[in-house]
């Protein structure tokens, strides 16, 4: 990105500012495993109805309302077609429990293709126990549609749950602190992930067909220095997913993917500084339908930023663009 003058933070510049928008039931799974059940409710509004379920034993994936800004961040040519190398998955968002027994209902934005989000929709609720700690969003048909995820919970168990079937992946998860899914990052032509663990090294496990996973390429340690690390596609152009990290001093660092599993990233490249104004970087894909993986970035009063991706090499984004404001409403967003 280039500075038409003075040394203004990156952050500040170009900003334009667009207005907010408002928004406006169930069939049950149940995953069984060493005694403990875990139900996920789908398909119509919880309501008082679903009160009742607050309580139980859940981790749920079904569609409420409160405000945040979600119109367009500005007028775009006709939308290009999501793709594995620019996928368009819908932005997700959770709302802090009030307390342990309490579920967290999920909520869902769709991209409009301008840059910004339809209304909200509701999308279900995590139970109370166990509580999901983690969620990764995957393009297994490798068509940039979302069409499952992994989730982290609590007592240590990673599912998944998609088009490949409804599954228990197996135990031990709690020793990861970060879970997520650029895409094919390491060239299995599946939707891989990424685990940072407790110690600060990075492991890939590629992914199986029927979703399941192989054992873990260790990428290597130091991960730690990290607050963020997010990815969803493409962001040189070249088709490989490719993720960036905030480092505690605020600054973003480019990795570009090679498409090996043995060694997924190529060394980092700076992106520039200033990003601890934000609490919460995501990565959804290609929010603006131009063909391009962009970034999201919530800044600590609660308004969400876009930067749109720009296929570069070493600064892969444009200046920001703003969404709106009302985000910190939500604890988490994926």
Known sequence: MSENSLEIPRSHRKIKEIPLRPVTGCSTLTFSHGGHKMSIFTGRKRGRALSGLARATAIATAVVGLTAGTAAADTAPKSVAPSAGAPRFPLFATQQAQDAKDIQDIFKYRPNGRGGFEDREESGFYGSSPRVTDTATVDHDHNGEMDGWYHQANDGRLLYRGVRGDKVIGPGWDKYDRVLSPG?????????????????????YNAR????????????PGWDQYTDIVGKG?????GRADIVAKDRNGDLWYYKGTGESHAPLSDRVRIGGGWNQYDKLVSTGDVDGDGRSDLLARDKSGVLWLYKGNDGQTDPFENRVRI??????????F
Do not use: F, H, M
């Open 184 to 204: 094919d990052l390491g060239g299995s032509l599946e939707s891989e992930i990424l685990a940072r663990d407790k110690s600060g090294v990075l492991w890939l």
């Open 234 to 238: 493409s962001l040189n152009g070249d």
């Open 324 to 333: 709106g404001g009302g985000w910190d409403q939500y604890n988490n967003l």
């Open 209 to 220: 067909y029927d979703a399941t996973l192989e054992n873990p390429y260790r990428v290597g």
